[in-house]
């Protein structure tokens, strides 16, 4: 199918005797926000890093737009535009925020050997624009202020915050988001759920793992419930969170807790 | 009701900038109380504050009727303060048991008791005992680092972010069980971004922004306020 950003099919992992993902089989359209919801140690970060690269799978296969990526390594896949965020947060600590933000975009001009001295102005040009689009993503992500402190001296939630801040430096065809909201103040959560959306408009595919079932609520067109590594449910996100499976296993009375 | 925990202006960092700049609370004896804010407000730095974990620069801190500005940690958890910090932080290759001795490292003879009544607050850990604690699901590593902060049978408890990754079943347990925790006559502060079902199981709560202290009240009244909805809280879909 032409507008397949990803299909997952029979993927299967095992760390010694615990299945992380058993025969998992997923598909996620152009354009659209899929969550991946699930108990904790359902599976659902180990299916980011095969998906990703940071885990090969030891059966099944993996297509991203159509192209078989299963095995690839995590930096051929990020320069496909596949770009994944961590739970815990993967900041470059001594280095600023600012810096942070500027490596995260892929394939720059000047990391080329000899471009930084033979072409030195077209060089220059590009950081400018990479600098100007840092910025303007940090500020939105109430980062703006932090720019030329050490990404180390950021607090958890700002981590987390320049986390998928950065993602987004890379120019990214999917974008998976890893608990992006965990200990992110609700009012900024919600603020960056209205820009995601608008991300999406203009044609980012995301999958996002999240907890916070509002969220998942405001933001999925489709929902998956994982549970033992395979998919336990599949549908519209109303539809799911009122699945009794998915009631009796995962969300318990924290549904309609949520005032 | 006696103060068991009262913040004179404190001042505070860890490199030469200060992170929070005079700020003064209490807390009551027995209370839940919560601290809400916009991330990089400093909440985390006042927690580890407390536990003498940063520089302070300024202020005094009480606890029960003594002086602890400047005391040391292990000091203060030998006077009846217990910490659990935001990161995962059980020792992943050690079992559930190691664990819980390692919280008892202060207590001089025998912790079998100590042991068994974490078991039977965390009934849940019980099952669990020799397992490796790095193989436990997120909301188990949880409980055992809260079950081994309890190990020295604290009289304050100090969480940082006590929910966060947890799903939501395992979200209404935890809250559930730090309410009972605080019943059996453990006093509480939480860090939290979970701040409405924080809110309701506490007292009351603070709300700090830029390193100071913004609002406080009870927690009923933080709930039904609609600037601090607007501002910290979300609209809570």
Known sequence: ?259 | MAVMLRLEKITAGFTDENIISDISLYIDEGEVVTIIGPNGAGKSTLMKTIFGLTKLRGGKIYFEDQEITGKKTDELVRLGVAYVPQERNIFASLTVKENLEMGAYVIKGKIADKLESILEIFPMLRGRIGQRAGTMSGGEQKMLAIGRAMVVEPSLLLLDEPSAALSPKIMDQLFAKIKEINELGTTIMMVEQNARKALAISERGYILEMGRNRFEGPARSLLDDADVCRLYLGRGR
């Not at chain 1, 095995?71 to 596949?82: D, Q, S």
């Not at chain 1, 402190?149 to 607090?155: D, M």
């Open chain 1, 1 to 259: 199918m032409a507008d397949e950003m990803l299909s997952i099919k029979g993927v299967s992992k095992s760390f010694g005797g615990i299945l992380a993902a058993d025969k998992c089989n997923l598909t996620i359209s152009r354009g659209t926000i899929v969550g991946l919801i699930g108990p904790n140690g359902a599976g659902k970060s180990t299916l980011f890093d095969i998906v990703s690269g940071f885990q090969r799978p030891d059966a099944g296969s993996i297509a991203f737009q159509g192209k078989e990526i299963t095995g690839w390594p995590a930096y051929k896949i990020a320069r496909l535009g596949l770009i994944r965020t961590f739970q815990i947060p993967h900041a470059l600590t001594r280095m600023t925020v600012l810096e942070n933000m500027m490596l995260g975009k892929q394939g720059q001009i000047g990391e080329r050997i000899c471009s930084p001295i033979i072409r030195f102005n077209i060089v220059r040009a590009e950081e400018k624009n990479i600098r100007d689009k840092a910025l303007e993503i940090l500020e939105f992500f109430d980062l703006g202020h932090m720019k030329d402190e050490y990404a180390g001296s950021l607090s958890g939630g700002q981590k987390k915050l320049l986390e998928m801040a950065r993602s987004l430096m890379a120019d990214p065809q999917l974008l998976l988001l890893d608990e992006p909201f965990a200990g992110v103040n609700p009012s900024l959560s919600e603020r960056l759920i209205e820009r995601i959306k608008t991300l999406r408009q203009k044609g980012l595919t995301i999958m996002i793992i999240e907890h916070g079932i509002p969220y998942v609520l405001a933001l999925s067109d489709w929902v998956y419930v994982l549970n033992k590594g395979a998919v336990m449910a599949y549908g519209k996100p109303d539809e799911v969170v009122s699945d009794k499976r998915v009631l009796d296993d995962y969300l318990g009375d924290g549904c309609d807790a949520q005032t």
